[in-house]
């Protein structure tokens, strides 16, 4: 599908034909044909997004006829709980006459709702497409905090499955992201210090102050999740401990009256209690008792003093 816009002093208003802006949202053969022939794409260019779906990109080339254009991917997150799958590749290709941008339509919707009448210039929308996905990321690491929030609280009633499975799809999706961030970071600054957006400086900064900050935020919240992580483990070891402390006092517990009842079971003479009629209940007896007093000396001792 192919919408055309016209971005003008007076923002941006959709048109019945084509103009100096193209939204294209996933084109047939028969679209991706006629807009390669009518703007001299890269015949690639709509499954540029496709084949690199985690990539950001930015290039600027010169024509034959010393026409100047520009190349850009960027990537946008659509789900806050699977941020991996449910990403996207927005394209975007520049030249003097007109601004073509391959992406997801609820992309271009939300741009257009939020800045329509803010919108002068072909930059000014590619700035206020990438403000528009730099809080797509903001809302998803707000988020991640929020979790992050529950780990740690979850935490402090001990661990369990669910916390772990957490913490771990947490750590997945912030260590995604922070690569994210960091490659698009660098497409960004260079987009940033070109000449396209010279007359946008204001809208500019404000991009790279979000830019910075969801970088930022990221590298905090896996340093927080880090350490969560690592609190996790100790608790987990601690128990393990317990368990092992629980397991060899019982298996010493149960090894003395096996002693004992050995013992007494030699076929040679002069054992207490061996003509006698009470002698096995006097066995067992002592088996008991000594169970019971090594248990309650285990039991008590302290070993980490």
Known sequence: MIDYFTISDTGVKKSAHASNWLAVDNPTDAEKEQLHEAYDL??????????YSNVSFFKKYQTEEKNPLCLMLFVDIQSVDEPESLSSTVS????????ITVSDNSLIQEVLQNFETEIFTKAGLILHMLQTINEHYLIFLREQRKTIE???????????????????????????????????????????????????????????????????SVQIYREMLGSISGLINSMMDNRLNQLMKFLNTASLLLALPTLIFSLWGINTGGLLWRDSEIGSIMVVLLALIVSIVSGVYLFKKDYDA
């Open 42 to 51: 890269p015949k690639n260019f709509f499954t540029l997004g496709q084949k």
């Open 92 to 99: 975007v290709f520049l030249t003097p006459k007109v601004l």
């Open 150 to 216: 529950e780990i740690s609280q979850g935490t402090a009633h001990g661990s369990n499955k669910n916390i772990l499975e957490q913490t771990t799809h947490t750590e997945k999706n912030l260590v995604y992201i922070d690569n994210l961030l960091k490659e698009q970071l660098k497409t960004i600054d260079r987009l940033l210090d070109s000449s396209l957006v010279a007359s946008d400086r204001d809208l500019a900064i404000e991009i790279e102050l979000q830019s910075k900050q969801a970088t930022t």
